[in-house]
């Protein structure tokens, strides 16, 4: 399968956890190792073949806006939750019209990663099978993560089917590194805003949650201490 063209961009976030950080920012436009966050993903996308990334807005609205214009690898589309926030699934959901009818891309703002043997959007687009499949999600091993404190992960079957997990003991083996593939569908006519955790835990029953694991080291970039060592990691 070709990879997808498009993506959902999930940018709208408050970030509460990096304040002071944020209290003047968002938190897409925190810079790492001198690059927003945003642009670490959006760069990573465009390297797989995204052509076009849509992206939702809330927290410093017009400062991502400011600063989203000046791409010029990609199309960028605004996707306006200024008036409310929608949460991961009611966020997709209203981009969809922008989105196409084709599987797509998912990805927030809060990962970066140093590239393994294989790029891991690579990695997660090359085992996609949308007959087999209604959303696939990008892993990786817990021990090659950093700032994952809390005990939420998955258990991936030798088929490559996962199975939600938020148990402390075990910790669940895989981390989810903020990237999928979804199709349309599977947001379509649910309420406004809406998360898409009891979405992966349906399909997941229904054996139609996949992942993919990639080799990269990554860093949840998710309070200042984990800024700091990202800073630190990416300029060595």
């Known amino acids: 399968m070709s990879p997808p063209r498009a993506a959902m961009v999930l940018a709208a976030g408050i970030g509460s956890r990096m304040r002071p950080v944020t209290d003047?920012?968002?938190k897409a436009l925190v810079p790492v190792a001198g690059k927003a966050l945003i642009d670490h993903t959006l760069d990573r996308l465009a390297e797989a073949g995204v052509e076009r990334a849509v992206i939702n807005v809330h927290h410093f609205a017009d400062q991502m806006e400011a600063h989203l214009i000046r791409r010029t690898d990609m199309e960028v589309v605004i996707s306006d939750e200024r008036e409310a926030l929608l949460?991961?699934?009611?966020g997709?959901?209203?981009?969809l019209p922008h989105l196409g009818r084709e599987p797509f891309f998912v990805a927030n703002i809060d990962n970066v990663w140093i590239e393994g043997d294989k790029p891991a959007l690579a990695c997660l687009a090359e085992g996609w099978n949308p007959e087999r499949m209604d959303i696939a999600i990008l892993l990786a091993p817990r021990a090659a993560c950093y700032g994952y404190e809390r005990p939420e992960g998955f258990l991936r079957d030798e088929m490559g089917r996962l199975t939600h997990s938020n148990s402390p003991e075990p910790l669940p083996p895989y981390n989810n590194i903020g990237v999928q593939i979804m199709k349309p569908d599977i947001v379509e006519g649910r309420p406004?805003?809406?998360?898409?955790?009891?979405?992966?835990?349906s399909l997941s029953a229904e054996g139609r949650?996949?992942?993919?694991?990639?080799?990269?080291?990554?860093?949840?970039?998710?309070d200042p201490p984990a800024l700091d060592y990202a800073n630190k990691r990416l300029r060595q």
């Open 24 to 26: 003047t920012i968002p």
């Open 87 to 90: 949460d991961s699934g009611g």
């Open 92 to 95: 997709i959901a209203l981009a």
């Open 192 to 201: 406004r805003a809406f998360s898409i955790v009891p979405i992966w835990k």
């Open 209 to 222: 949650l996949f992942g993919a694991v990639t080799d990269a080291e990554v860093i949840h970039v998710s």
